[in-house]
């Protein structure tokens, strides 16, 4: 697993649509049902080259640059594996070479779970499938609505649960929630 970067977060509990009894809030990688902090980050060009943050530091300037109140978000910290899945199979990845990377690394962390994200772009994370596309009524996951291993949720990508969700490719994340320094 390779550091990636960190996000902001506001959590929300299990949608009433998503009919996997044992969710009961969602800490998926994607912004689609869990909101990030701020909606459109993109053009601030204040992301690392995975198209997230370095450091909590970063997150808080960009909400007091944009007058965005931080009270009730939780603060994540991201690391992938170093492959992506895709039609072809595994491959390698890399960051965007023309934005800097510099992760700092957080003090301690919590393993919430692992998630798999979609990168139909190549750039920021599209859709989380365990929640998004509702997978994890099938698929076993945790309270949060993630794979409790990297083991699980590397074999279900490999034996095709995956197929026919949202468009590939696929990159595995290990989800920390980090404290706020």
Same mark, same amino acid.
């Given at each position: 697993?390779?550091?990636?970067?960190?996000?902001?977060?506001?959590? +929300?509990?299990?949608? $009433?649509?998503?009919?996997?009894?044992?969710?009961?809030?969602?800490?998926?990688? #994607?912004?689609?049902?869990?909101?990030?902090?701020?909606?459109?980050?993109?053009?601030?060009?204040? *992301?690392?080259? !995975?198209?997230?943050? &370095?450091?909590?530091?970063?997150?808080?300037?960009?909400?007091?640059?944009?007058?965005?109140?931080?009270?009730?978000?939780?603060? !994540? =910290? =991201?690391?992938? *594996? @170093?492959?992506?899945?895709? @039609?072809?199979?595994?491959?390698?990845?890399?960051? @965007?070479?023309?934005?800097?990377?510099?992760?700092?690394?957080?003090?301690?962390?919590?393993?919430?779970?692992? $998630?798999?994200?979609?990168?139909?772009?190549?750039?920021?994370? $599209?859709?989380?499938?365990? #929640?998004?596309?509702?997978?994890?009524?099938?698929?076993?996951?945790?309270? *949060? +609505?993630?794979?409790?291993?990297? =083991? @699980?949720?590397?074999?279900?990508?490999? #034996?095709?649960?995956?197929?026919?969700?949202?468009?590939?490719?696929?990159?595995?994340?290990?989800?920390?929630?980090? &404290?706020?320094?």
């Amino acid at each position: 697993m390779i550091p990636v970067d960190y996000m902001a977060k506001r959590i +929300c509990g299990s949608p $009433d649509w998503l009919k996997a009894l044992n969710v009961v809030d969602i800490y998926s990688v #994607s912004a689609c049902i869990s909101e990030y902090f701020i909606n459109d980050y993109i053009p601030l060009w204040k *992301h690392n080259g !995975f198209w997230l943050f &370095d450091s909590p530091v970063i997150i808080r300037a960009v909400a007091q640059e944009n007058s965005i109140d931080l009270d009730g978000c939780s603060l !994540f =910290y =991201y690391e992938a *594996h @170093e492959l992506e899945f895709a @039609e072809e199979g595994w491959r390698p990845f890399s960051p @965007e070479p023309s934005l800097p990377t510099s992760i700092v690394q957080p003090a301690q962390k919590r393993l919430e779970g692992f $998630d798999v994200v979609t990168f139909e772009v190549g750039r920021s994370p $599209d859709c989380s499938p365990l #929640s998004c596309n509702g997978l994890a009524e099938e698929l076993r996951t945790n309270s *949060h +609505c993630l794979f409790e291993s990297f =083991y @699980e949720a590397e074999t279900s990508l490999g #034996s095709g649960e995956f197929r026919g969700c949202e468009p590939g490719p696929y990159r595995i994340f290990a989800v920390y929630s980090v &404290d706020w320094p």
